[in-house]
C-alpha cells in the first residue's frame, strides 16, 4: 500500500514564524502535492511537483514555497506565518503518466497561526 | 470557468437505504472522474475512477455513473450503513495535462441507525 506521511498532525505558530510541513511517500511516486483544506472552500492546491526540483504553482501559491531535493519528500513552507494561514495542509502524491492520477493522500496536518 | 459542483448540504439517510450524490461539472470534458472518501481530520482516501466511455462502474456496495451529455456524475451507495458516514470528493482533471487533478467541495453524508 501507497503510504504518505506528514510530519506533524497538529501544529500550532505563532505570526511570523517560518514554518515547514514535511511530507514522504514510499512508493516512488513523481508527482507530489500539497493542498489546503477550509470549511466551504473545500481541497484547494498551492503547489504541485513533477520531479525532483521542479514545481509549478497551483491556484493559491501566494504566501508560501515548496522544495523538492529528493523523490520522496516534499517540503511546504510558510516564509512568515499569518493568522490567514491557519488550515489543514494536505500532502498528496501520484504516479506519473498512469492515465488516472489516483492521488494518495496523507493525514493532514492541522496548523494554528496565533 | 471551469466548475464543479456538489451539493453542500449535509444528506442524511436511514441505515439500509440508497444514499445518492451527484456531481456536476461545467465547460469541460473530461477523459475520467474519481470519487473520493474524507472522514474527519483526515485526508481523502480514493474510492472509484470511471472513464468517459464507460456509463457506470461498480465495487461491492458503490456504484457511479458518468453521463458526459448532462456533465454529471452519480455516486451511490446502497444498503449503506452507519460507517459510511463520511464527506464524498469528487475530482476531474480538469487541466487534462494528466497529472492535477480538482476537486469538488464535497458533500457530507450521515447513515442514521
Known amino acids: 500500500d501507497v503510504k504518505v506521511t506528514q510530519s506533524s498532525r497538529y501544529l500550532v505558530k505563532r505570526t511570523g514564524e517560518k514554518v515547514f510541513l514535511e511530507c514522504v511517500q514510499d512508493?516512488?511516486?513523481?508527482?507530489m502535492f500539497w493542498y489546503r483544506q477550509d470549511p466551504g472552500l473545500g481541497l484547494r492546491l498551492i503547489y504541485f511537483?513533477?520531479?525532483?526540483?521542479?514545481?509549478e504553482k497551483g491556484d493559491i501559491p501566494e504566501g508560501y514555497s515548496v522544495s523538492r531535493e529528493k523523490k520522496e519528500r516534499f517540503s511546504l513552507i510558510l516564509e512568515s506565518a499569518s493568522t490567514n494561514q491557519t488550515s489543514m495542509y494536505l500532502c498528496a502524491s501520484s504516479l506519473a503518466g498512469a492515465r488516472s492520477d489516483t492521488q494518495y493522500f496523507g493525514p493532514g496536518t492541522r496548523l494554528t497561526v496565533l | 470557468s471551469q466548475k464543479i459542483e456538489q451539493n453542500s448540504e449535509a444528506l442524511n439517510i436511514q441505515e439500509g437505504k440508497t444514499a445518492t450524490l451527484t456531481c456536476n461539472y461545467t465547460?469541460?470534458?473530461?477523459?475520467?472522474l474519481q470519487w473520493y472518501r474524507q472522514d474527519p481530520g483526515r485526508g481523502p482516501v480514493f474510492l472509484l475512477l470511471i472513464r468517459e466511455n464507460e456509463k457506470e462502474k461498480r465495487k461491492e456496495r458503490l456504484k457511479v455513473t458518468f453521463d458526459t451529455t448532462l456533465k454529471q456524475s452519480l455516486f451511490h451507495i446502497t444498503a449503506s450503513q452507519p460507517a459510511d458516514s463520511a464527506t464524498y470528493l469528487c475530482a476531474l482533471d480538469l487541466n487534462n495535462a494528466g497529472n492535477m487533478l480538482t476537486f469538488g467541495g464535497g458533500t457530507r453524508l450521515m447513515v442514521k441507525p
Open positions: 512508493m516512488d511516486h513523481e508527482n
Open positions: 511537483s513533477y520531479d525532483v526540483k521542479m514545481k
Open positions: 465547460n469541460y470534458s473530461p477523459a475520467y
